[in-house]
T-cell receptor, first 113, second 110 residues
Framework: SAVISQKPSRDICQRGTSLTIQCQVD?????MFWYRQQPGQSLTLIAT?????????ESGFVIDKFPISRPNLTFSTLTVSNMSPEDSSIYLC??????????FGPGTRLTVL | RKEVEQDPGPFNVPEGATVAFNCTYSNSASQSFFWYRQDCRKEPKLLMS???SGNEDGRFTAQLNRASQYISLLIRDSKLSDSATYLC???????????FGKGTRLHILP
């Protein structure tokens, strides 16, 4: 399985600001995924990031709020824009295995005050 | 019916006991099934895939019942280190995505 790192591991931010989360994979992958896990909840897919094309967003998530970059096959960023306390969550990036299984980075724990 | 449904627990089980979780899914066309383990404040990690014929990995056995649309996870001789949240994951071919259940919390008691 791929080795995935994320930065930052955690942050505390003020409402109205933005935070960019970085995800690095140790091998080239076509698709990278961004998930959110709110307190006590399971994982919800935010978007799929393909290299060389625009990200595909799931229902309830929009590019203006969660812009994504995918400049190459090993790296992606997710920005949480104009944050509010409701954005407090763990944000995880992942890649797919051969059988659709997901391998996750360690996550970014975001608290918005 | 929810897409992927699990009993949230918590299951409080004495060390050494056997514990089983079920997970139901709504899409009869689903083909890929997984169990993940998530420790507190950590990312989910793949525990095992679930194959049609059932599969076993040490103390863990996973089974699939397509007719009733559920998968199960059996843990034998439970250890304190088995304490975690277990997430059921199912693919939904029509939407080409995978869906996570909310997880079942397991506490192994000494």
């Amino acid at each position: 399985s791929a080795v995935i790192s994320q930065k930052p591991s955690r942050d505390i931010c003020q409402r109205g600001t933005s935070l960019t989360i970085q995800c690095q994979v140790d091998s080239q992958v076509t698709m990278m995924f961004w998930y959110r896990q709110q307190p006590g909840q399971s994982l919800t897919l935010i978007a799929t990031a393909n290299q060389g094309s625009e990200a595909t967003y799931e229902s309830g998530f929009v590019i203006d709020k969660f812009p994504i970059s995918r400049p190459n096959l090993t790296f992606s960023t997710l920005t949480v824009s104009n944050m509010s306390p409701e954005d407090s969550s763990i944000y995880l990036c992942s890649v797919s295995g051969a059988y659709n299984e997901q391998f996750f980075g360690p996550g970014t724990r975001l608290t918005v005050l | 019916r929810k897409e992927v449904e699990q009993d949230p627990g918590p299951f409080n089980v004495p060390e050494g006991a056997t514990v089983a979780f079920n997970c139901t899914y709504s899409n009869s066309a689903s083909q890929s099934f997984f169990w993940y383990r998530q420790d507190c404040r950590k990312e989910p990690k793949l525990l095992m895939s679930v194959y049609s014929s059932g599969n076993e990995d040490g103390r863990f056995t996973a089974q699939l019942n397509r007719a009733s649309q559920y998968i199960s996870l059996l843990i034998r001789d439970s250890k304190l280190s088995d304490s975690a949240t277990y997430l059921c994951v199912v693919n939904f071919p029509g939407d080409d995505k995978i869906i996570f259940g909310k997880g079942t919390r397991l506490h192994i008691l000494p």
